[in-house]
């Protein structure tokens, strides 16, 4: 066998399912060629290799890449202010009443240029590198017209090419109401889906289509119209669903096949129910739970009760989750919403690449799969989600490239 890179002298955590945990080998190899995986397994099966470069990684851990599958990655600004608000006691929903929360995050977008935009997001993405994160969705949602919201499309691909990770892109035009048409937001719901969402697709800037469905953002009603658009332009969809009360979002996102329903704290049983028939993910987000001091956490257990698939994420935002660490998402999930290490450490591989629908190209150690792998130094992988803060991280390969 010829191979491109041989990575050997370490353990490899595949996170495929039906076998040990973690999909763990010890005293692993993994053989990449063309970018790929070629080949995995105990060393002491490796077949004749000639690689072009040899690894030996000391007994360290390999996993895939880490995704990030829910992020506001591009921004202009912050929103400190309130921040301090909130542990004033001000809550989310009174602070967006108010003209803050996501409008004012508008303003400082719009305001700001391209190459801006690309430079203060390429500073929250190395955090989530140092992470392990080698694949990232990153939403618009801050420009609110169609200049705008382009404008973050087409910096989230320009991440892709010159970030150093794989991009996905997700539309999310129904976010918030515009602050011009605040007292039109029909007319605004009639430009996000029949205007901006059409140019974006023409543009090539769209791999998704998600929408914000509460009793501060969207309707039921106006995301269906959304992901009707959406389904004739032949978009996968996903949905921002339930997180600060049930407003039907779990069973909306199952009726449309949509590939997450995230959030999701206040879904009820039915709603968990459609979406485990229609396989639905649901993408947990405990970095917004810790900054809103919710109580409320996500019913695990009764996600795990009906078999549906758990991801995590940072949902890296600068107003209710400014977290810039794929590693401090895991530990979170697990201290706060009782995941185990190993459903964290899946939901930020193998059921984050379902909820992005990237399943057949990373989020395991298989053969023929992309080489997205992490490699980190820790003693044994539940270490992921266990230390807060301490650098794990030795090295990422994105398409079997060492970055």
């Given at each position: 066998?010829?191979?491109?890179?041989?990575?050997?002298?370490?353990?490899?955590?595949?996170?495929?399912?039906?076998?040990?945990?973690?999909?763990?080998?010890?005293?692993?190899?993994?053989?990449?060629?063309?970018?790929?995986i070629a080949w995995v397994g105990s060393r002491a099966d490796l077949p004749a290799v000639e690689a072009t470069e040899t690894d030996r990684l000391e007994g360290r851990w390999v996993t895939p890449g880490l995704?990030?599958?829910?992020?506001?990655?591009?921004?202009?600004?912050?929103?400190?202010?309130?921040?301090?608000?909130?542990?004033?006691?001000?809550?989310?929903?009174?602070?967006?009443?108010?003209?803050?929360?996501?409008?004012?995050?508008?303003?400082?977008?719009?305001?700001?240029?391209?190459?801006?935009?690309?430079?203060?997001?390429?500073?929250?993405?190395?955090?989530?590198?140092?992470?392990?994160?080698?694949?990232?969705?990153?939403?618009?949602?801050?420009?609110?017209?169609?200049?705008?919201?382009?404008?973050?499309?087409?910096?989230?691909?320009?991440?892709?090419?010159?970030?150093?990770?794989?991009?996905?892109?997700?539309?999310?035009?129904?976010?918030?109401?515009?602050?011009?048409?605040?007292?039109?937001?029909?007319?605004?719901?009639?430009?996000?889906?029949?205007?901006?969402?059409?140019?974006?697709?023409?543009?090539?800037?769209?791999?998704?289509?998600?929408?914000?469905?509460?009793?501060?953002?969207?309707?039921?009603?106006?995301?269906?119209?959304?992901?009707?658009?959406?389904?004739?332009?032949?978009?996968?969809?996903?949905?921002?669903?339930?997180?600060?009360?049930?407003?039907?979002?779990?069973?909306?996102?199952?009726?449309?096949?949509?590939?997450?329903?995230?959030?999701?704290?206040?879904?009820?049983?039915?709603?968990?129910?459609?979406?485990?028939?229609?396989?639905?993910?649901?993408?947990?987000?405990?970095?917004?739970?810790?900054?809103?001091?919710?109580?409320?956490?996500?019913?695990?257990?009764?996600?795990?009760?009906?078999?549906?698939?758990?991801?995590?994420?940072?949902?890296?935002?600068?107003?209710?989750?400014?977290?810039?660490?794929?590693?401090?998402?895991?530990?979170?999930?697990?201290?706060?919403?009782?995941?185990?290490?190993?459903?964290?450490?899946?939901?930020?591989?193998?059921?984050?690449?379902?909820?992005?629908?990237?399943?057949?190209?990373?989020?395991?150690?298989?053969?023929?799969?992309?080489?997205?792998?992490?490699?980190?130094?820790?003693?044994?992988?539940?270490?992921?989600?266990?230390?807060?803060?301490?650098?794990?991280?030795?090295?990422?390969?994105?398409?079997?490239?060492?970055?």
């Open positions: 066998m010829k191979a491109d890179r041989l990575l050997i002298d370490c353990h490899v955590a595949t996170m495929t399912e039906g076998g040990a945990a973690y999909g763990a080998i010890e005293d692993a190899a993994v053989a990449v060629a063309g970018g790929r995704i990030d599958c829910h992020t506001h990655l591009v921004f202009g600004g912050d929103r400190s202010g309130e921040f301090e608000q909130r542990l004033g006691g001000a809550t989310y929903e009174e602070i967006a009443r108010a003209g803050g929360g996501i409008v004012s995050s508008v303003k400082a977008t719009r305001a700001a240029s391209e190459d801006a935009l690309f430079v203060s997001a390429m500073t929250r993405l190395e955090g989530l590198k140092a992470t392990g994160v080698t694949t990232v969705e990153i939403k618009s949602g801050y420009g609110l017209d169609r200049d705008g919201e382009l404008k973050m499309l087409r910096v989230a691909r320009r991440i892709g090419r010159e970030g150093g990770v794989r991009v996905r892109t997700s539309y999310l035009g129904l976010h918030a109401v515009p602050p011009e048409l605040r007292e039109d937001r029909a007319a605004y719901v009639d430009l996000a889906v029949d205007d901006i969402l059409p140019a974006a697709q023409a543009e090539g800037l769209v791999d998704a289509v998600d929408a914000y469905c509460e009793p501060i953002a969207f309707s039921v009603q106006e995301v269906g119209r959304l992901f009707d658009k959406a389904r004739s332009l032949g978009l996968p969809v996903k949905l921002h669903a339930d997180q600060l009360s049930d407003g039907g979002g779990a069973g909306l996102a199952a009726r449309y096949g949509a590939l997450s329903a995230d959030h999701v704290e206040h879904a009820t049983e039915a709603g968990i129910e459609a979406m485990a028939k229609a396989g639905v993910v649901a993408v947990l987000l405990p970095g917004a739970f810790l900054m809103l001091r919710e109580t409320k956490a996500p019913p695990v257990d009764l996600l795990r009760h009906h078999g549906v698939r758990m991801a995590v994420a940072t949902d890296c935002n600068p107003g209710t989750s400014p977290v810039a660490s794929m590693t401090a998402a895991l530990n979170l999930a697990c201290v706060q919403f009782r995941l185990t290490p190993e459903e964290a450490l899946a939901g930020a591989t193998r059921e984050a690449a379902r909820a992005l629908g990237l399943s057949d190209e990373v989020g395991t150690i298989e053969v023929g799969k992309a080489a997205d792998l992490a490699v980190w130094d820790v003693g044994r992988p539940a270490e992921l989600a266990y230390w807060l803060g301490k650098p794990l991280l030795t090295t990422r390969y994105v398409g079997g490239e060492q970055l």
